[in-house]
């Protein structure tokens, strides 16, 4: 894979963070992929975690990387989640699924203390809206679920991989969501998650506690959530 400096930085950045016996929710992604890395020489040079993952595709590389993974009803707490965005803005409201991983991700994300973000400056934008929404939906009847997304002003489209349709790791399909613009995420999120048919959608609005931007010569910028932690569970 081709180095990406700015996803680097960040990546690696957030793995400082992370503290001795804490249990840590592993992102899926190019830019999660760092973390995992980096996390991975981190246990090989002494430092105690257990890890959850929000993707097989990130459950197999923190095997590789001999992070000890914990299955879901072992899990009594995540203390830090580190997972990647396909858009944030600077209140760290978030688009997310552009990997497919959404489902699981916003349940990992839910379930932990805190949720750090890790990007590239390209990604930081104004207003969420540019990149197409990602909205996991159940196969059964999905040009139905279709027609109402549409209803609700979005133009939903079928994400494919290799010419066939993308199936996420729950046996979903994607539609990938165009808006105009976003103008009330929470409506939007609220408005989605009510249609039959969809599972759960890429707006991830109150979980992120800091943002972690990494820019492309290499330096980074933080931005934290202005109110305090959530407790897990
Ligand atoms: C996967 C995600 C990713 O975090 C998002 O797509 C960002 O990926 P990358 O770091 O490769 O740009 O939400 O479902």
Redesign the pocket.
Known sequence: MQTHIG?KAAGEKAAEYIKPGMTVGL???????YTILRIGELVRAGLEIKAVAT?SQSEQLARENEIPLIAFDQVEKIDIDI????EADVQLQLI???????LR?KIIAAASKEMLV??DDQ?LVKQLGRFPL?VEVVTFAWELTRKHLEAIGARPVLRLKDNNRFITDNGNYILDCYFEKIHNAAALHNQLNNIPGVVEN?LFLHYATRLIIGHQDGTIREITHPYPARTSF
């Open positions: 996803k992102g899926t992604g190019s830019t999660a992929y993707s997972d990647g965005a396909d997310k699924g552009g990997g497919g991983a959404l991700e890790v990007i990604k990602p890429g």
